[in-house]
Every structure is written in structure tokens, then in C-alpha cells.
Nanobody, 113 residues
Framework: QVQLVESGGGLVQPGGSLRLSCAAS????????MSWYRRAPGKERESVAS???????NYADSVKGRFTISRDNYKNTTFLQMNSVKPEDTAVYYC???????WGQGTQVTVSS
């Protein structure tokens, strides 16, 4: 069955960096668009970034220029490199395979001094 497992969250200071990983299994990873979403306290879940099977990327305006999504089709893993983080980036971050609507369990990112 499809499984998505996020890791890499934690506490980071404003202006710092963090890299999230999403390990996928149970499907042919290289064929699918993968995405990162987040849900901040008291807010709706929102799309952060996506990457297609051919490597085309798309970003929310709020993270453009600071976050980078990438993928390793040999390791069946999607990454989200978060740089210059801000307190408003605090959220639970989720990995998603849109096709079939599969989600990971989420990883908490807290940006605070």
C-alpha cells in the first residue's frame, strides 16, 4: 500500500534552515507528482510546493525564493529545503501524492527564538 513518511521537522530559529524528507513506498515513485502542504495553528491547510515527475516545480508565493522542493527517484524521496525561515512558517508539514489523495502523517516545524 502507499505510504508516505515525513521526517526532519523540529525547532529552528528565525533565519535558519531545515530540510524535510518524505520517504515513499508502495508505488512507482518516479511516475507521480509529489507535493508539500502545511497547516499552521488556527489556519486551513495550504499547498507549499510541488514537483512533477519531470522535475517541474511550483511554489506558493509565501515561500518562493526561500524554499526548494526536490526529489530523488532512486531513493523514492521528496525533499523540502527551507531557508530563511520565519515564525509564520511554523506549521505541521505534510507530504502528499495528489493522485489518489495520499498523505503522510506530518512533521512539526516550529520557528522561534
Amino acid at each position: 500500500q502507499v505510504q508516505l513518511v515525513e521526517s526532519g521537522g523540529g525547532l529552528v530559529q528565525p533565519g535558519g534552515s531545515l530540510r524535510l524528507s518524505c520517504a515513499a513506498s508502495g508505488f512507482t515513485f518516479k511516475w507521480y507528482t509529489m507535493s508539500w502542504y502545511r497547516r499552521a495553528p488556527g489556519k486551513e491547510r495550504e499547498s507549499v510546493a510541488s514537483i512533477t515527475s519531470t522535475g517541474t516545480t511550483n511554489y506558493a508565493d509565501s515561500v518562493k525564493g526561500r524554499f526548494t522542493i526536490s526529489r530523488d527517484n532512486y531513493k523514492n524521496t521528496t525533499f523540502l529545503q527551507m531557508n530563511s525561515v520565519k515564525p509564520e512558517d511554523t506549521a505541521v508539514y505534510y507530504c502528499r501524492r495528489i493522485s489518489g489523495d495520499y498523505w503522510g502523517q506530518g512533521t512539526q516545524v516550529t520557528v522561534s527564538s
